[in-house]
C-alpha cells in the first residue's frame, strides 16, 4: 500500500504539470498582495477555469489553489452549506447568487481590491441578481442550446420540439440539472421561464414524463463526451461544451431552442465563511485581467463579458456560433430568478420523474 | 499440530477468567475507530433521515417520518430492485468467470502462483476512476470495442453498448472480480488434494468430484466472495453513473444525488438506513442459513 502511494504522490504533481502546460502571463506591474497564508480553496464548476490559468495565479503570488469542482448550482449550495467554511470562492450562477445574498451567505467584496472590474461589459454590470456587484463579479455568460450531429441528424432541428421527439429515443445527451430541465419544458409550454409554481410544475410533467424517457445520458460535467464517441447524436448542453464539438468538427451545429432560451451569468463570489478572503479577491482580480480571461476562452468558449478579453480573441472565436449567437437573439433572453421554496419541488419532480422513466 | 495444541492451553487460560485492562487497552485503537467512523456517522444518519430540510437544502432537526413514508414510492421501490438485479448479475457472473480462474491460481505451481496473483492484483494499482474511463473509450459507439468488431465485419453497425444495464454490470463485474478471486482462491489452495483423489477412488467421474467434493469444500471462499461482490455493488455509484448515463439510475446513484443536486438530506439518509437494513437482513438470513446447514454437513 505505501508503495502505491508514493507512487501515486511522485506521479501526481508530474500529471498536474503535464495538464498545466500552456502560456502563462506574466506578472502585471503592480503585484498586489495579501497578508494571509498562502492559501486558496476554490469551488467552481467542473471544465471551467483552465489548469493553466491557476497554475499562472500561483506562480505570481505563490499562493496554492486547491480546486474542488461541482456539477450543478444545486450541488454547490448543498455543500457549502454543510461544509462549515471550507471554501474561500465560489462560482454560482445568477439565480444562486440571488438565493446566496437572500441567505445572507456572501461576503461584500471589497471595490477596491478589484481594479480589473472595468473591463466588464456595461450589460454585464449591475445585473439584477445583484446591483451594484456588491458580492459577485461575472466570470463568464452563455447559454443553453441544441448541439447536433448534423452527420447522423438529417432532418431540421429547430427547437425542443424536434429534440424530444420518438424518432430520437436513446440519441439524446441532456443536462444533469432539474431547473433546467424544468426550465426547457417551461419554455415549451409558453409558461415562462421563472414561472414555477405547483400549478406549472403539474402542467408540464405530462410533457417531460413524455420527454425524459428518450433521453441516453444525463451529463452536467462533460455533455460534449458522449456526443463526439458517437454515443448520442443530438443534445441540450450547454453552449461553451457545443463551441468546443463546433472548433474540433463543424459537423457539430448549435440552435438556440425557438421556443426560448435563457442567458446564465455564472459569477466569483466569496462565502463569509472564507477563511482567505484576500487571496479570493486576488484570485477574482487576476481573472479579470483581459490576457487572463482570454486565456479561459481559448479552453472554454462561453461568451466573455470581459471585452478587452473579447477584443484579444481571433475571428475565428468570435465567429464560433456557439460562443457569440447573433446579439439580438441575447438581448431577447431572459435570466433564471432564486425560486425560494419551490426549488424543492423541481428538484423532486426531475428526480422522481427520471427516477421512474423506464 | 503445534499450533493448534498452543492454541487449546492459551484458550483455557484465556477462558478461566476475565479480559484485564491490558486487552481493553490493546482494543481501544479498535473501538475508537468503530465509534467515530461507524456508530457516530450511523447515529447522524438516523437522525437525519427523521428531520425536515429548509428551502436551500440545510437539514432542520424537527421529528418526521415523511422521508420514510416516500420510501416506499414504486419509483424507489423499482429503482432498488434494479440495483439488486444489477448487483445479483455481477455476482453471478463473477462466480462464473472468478471461480475457473481461482481454482486454476490455487493448484498451480508456487511460483506460477505468486505471479497469477500479482496479476490479479494489477488493476488496482490505478484508480477504478481511471479504469472505469478506459472502459467508456472501449465500449463508446466510436471506440475500440466497435471499430475492432466492425473492420474484422463481425457485426454490420456499431452496437450500442455505453451507457445500457450491460455497461453498467460490466463495469461492475470488472471492478469486483478481484474480490470474488480472492477469497476463493484461499479455499481453493487449503483444499485437501486426498479427498479429491478419494472421491475418484470411490469411483466418481470429474464432475461429480466437483460438484459433491470441490464444490461444498470451497463454499466458503464462495460465500465470502458472493458477499464481497454483492454488498458494495447495491450501493456502488461511481461506475454506475459513469457508465449508465444517469437513465438508469441505481440506489446508490440516487442516494449521491439526494445529498448533492436534489439537496434532500433528510430523504437521502432514509434511503441510505433503509439499504443498512437491507443488508443487516443478507447477513442474518446468510448467518443462519450456515447454522442450519452444519449439522447436517
Redesign the interface.
Known amino acids: 500500500m505505501k508503495t502505491?502511494r508514493n507512487?501515486i504522490l511522485t506521479l501526481l504533481p508530474i500529471a498536474l504539470a503535464a495538464c498545466g502546460g500552456g502560456s502563462q502571463p506574466g506578472p502585471s506591474a503592480s503585484t498586489p498582495s495579501s497578508s494571509e497564508e498562502k492559501k486558496l480553496n476554490l469551488f467552481c464548476w467542473s471544465e471551467y477555469i483552465p489548469q493553466n490559468v491557476i497554475d499562472g495565479f500561483t506562480k505570481e503570488t505563490g499562493i496554492k489553489v486547491a480546486v474542488e469542482n461541482?456539477?450543478?448550482n444545486?450541488?454547490m449550495?448543498?455543500?457549502l452549506?454543510?461544509g462549515g467554511g471550507k471554501y474561500d470562492l465560489i462560482q454560482p450562477s445568477e439565480y444562486t447568487i440571488q438565493?446566496l445574498i437572500k441567505?445572507d451567505q456572501l461576503r461584500l467584496l471589497d471595490q477596491n481590491a478589484l481594479s480589473n472590474f472595468v473591463h466588464i461589459a456595461p450589460e454585464f454590470r449591475d445585473m439584477a441578481y445583484d446591483l451594484g456587484n456588491k458580492f459577485s463579479v461575472p466570470y463568464m455568460a452563455g447559454f443553453v442550446g441544441i448541439c447536433i450531429n448534423t452527420d447522423k441528424v438529417k432532418t431540421p432541428v429547430k427547437g425542443f420540439v424536434d429534440v424530444f421527439t420518438p424518432a430520437h429515443k436513446?440519441r439524446i445527451?441532456v443536462l444533469?440539472?432539474?431547473r433546467e430541465i424544468v426550465s426547457w419544458a417551461l419554455e415549451m409550454e409558453k409558461l415562462g421561464l421563472n414561472s414555477v409554481n405547483a400549478e406549472n410544475l403539474k402542467k408540464i410533467e405530462p410533457l417531460l414524463k413524455k420527454w425524459l424517457p428518450l433521453?441516453?445520458?444525463?451529463?452536467s460535467d462533460s455533455p460534449k463526451?458522449?456526443l463526439k464517441?458517437?454515443?448520442v447524436d443530438l443534445g441540450v448542453v450547454w453552449s461553451g461544451e457545443a463551441a468546443l464539438l463546433y472548433q474540433e468538427n463543424k459537423k457539430f451545429a448549435f440552435v438556440l431552442p425557438s421556443e426560448g432560451s435563457h442567458l446564465f451569468v455564472d459569477n466569483l463570489a466569496i462565502p463569509k465563511t472564507s477563511t482567505h478572503p484576500q487571496n479570493a479577491h486576488l484570485f477574482i482580480n487576476y481573472i479579470l485581467r483581459p490576457e487572463v480571461s482570454k486565456l479561459i476562452s481559448d479552453a472554454f468558449p462561453y461568451y466573455n463579458p470581459n471585452l478587452a478579453a473579447r477584443k484579444l480573441l481571433s475571428p475565428e472565436q468570435l465567429a464560433n456560433p456557439a460562443s457569440y449567437p447573433p446579439a439580438e437573439d441575447i438581448t431577447r433572453m431572459e435570466t433564471f430568478t432564486d425560486l425560494?421554496?419551490e426549488?424543492?419541488s423541481v428538484?423532486?419532480l426531475v428526480?422522481?420523474i427520471?427516477?421512474?422513466?423506464? | 499440530m503445534a499450533d493448534a495444541t498452543w492454541l487449546d492451553r492459551g484458550g483455557t487460560h484465556a477462558g478461566s477468567r476475565r479480559a484485564g485492562w491490558p486487552a481493553w487497552l490493546l482494543l481501544a485503537p479498535l473501538l475508537v475507530w468503530l465509534g467515530l467512523f461507524v456508530l457516530l456517522p450511523t447515529i447522524l444518519l438516523v437522525v437525519t433521515s427523521f428531520s425536515h430540510r429548509d428551502e436551500l437544502g440545510r437539514v432542520v432537526y424537527s421529528f418526521t417520518t415523511e422521508n420514510y413514508l416516500r420510501c416506499f414510492d414504486p419509483t424507489w421501490l423499482s429503482i432498488f430492485w434494479n440495483s439488486i438485479l444489477y448487483a445479483l448479475a455481477a455476482t453471478v457472473i463473477c462466480v462464473i468467470v472468478g471461480y475457473p480462474a481461482a481454482y486454476t491460481i490455487g493448484r498451480a505451481g508456487p511460483k506460477s502462483r505468486r505471479i497469477l496473483l500479482t496479476l490479479v492484483m494489477i488493476p488496482f494499482w490505478t484508480s477504478f476512476l481511471i479504469r472505469t474511463y478506459a472502459w467508456i473509450s472501449i465500449l463508446s459507439q466510436e471506440g475500440l470495442a466497435n471499430s475492432l468488431l466492425l473492420s474484422a465485419h463481425i457485426i454490420p453497425g456499431p452496437l450500442s453498448m455505453m451507457y445500457t444495464p450491460f455497461s453498467i454490470v460490466l463495469g461492475l463485474v470488472y471492478n469486483y472480480l478481484p474480490f470474488m478471486i480472492l477469497p476463493i482462491y484461499t479455499s481453493v489452495e487449503k483444499l485437501d488434494n486426498s479427498l479429491v483423489e478419494a472421491a475418484y477412488d470411490l469411483g466418481a467421474g470429474p464432475l461429480r468430484a466437483f460438484s459433491r467434493v470441490i464444490i461444498p469444500l470451497t463454499q466458503p471462499g464462495i460465500a465470502a466472495g458472493a458477499l464481497l461482490v454483492f454488498v458494495p455493488a447495491i450501493a456502488m455509484y461511481a461506475i454506475t453513473t459513469l457508465m449508465g448515463g444517469g437513465s438508469n439510475p441505481t440506489i446508490g446513484e440516487v442516494i449521491q444525488n439526494q445529498f448533492t443536486r436534489a439537496r434532500n438530506q433528510p430523504f437521502g439518509a432514509a434511503l441510505g438506513v433503509l439499504l443498512m437494513l437491507l443488508f443487516l437482513v443478507c447477513f442474518l438470513v446468510l448467518g443462519r442459513k450456515k447454522n442450519s446447514s452444519a449439522p447436517s454437513a
Not at chain 1, 433521453?215 to 451529463?219: G, L
Not at chain 1, 427520471?354 to 423506464?358: N, Q
Open positions: 502505491i507512487l461541482y456539477s450543478s444545486e450541488e449550495l448543498s455543500k452549506l454543510a438565493a441567505a436513446g445527451v444533469d440539472d432539474a433521453v441516453k445520458v444525463y451529463d463526451t458522449s464517441n458517437g454515443d425560494g421554496k426549488s424543492a428538484d423532486e428526480t422522481q427520471k427516477a421512474g422513466g423506464k
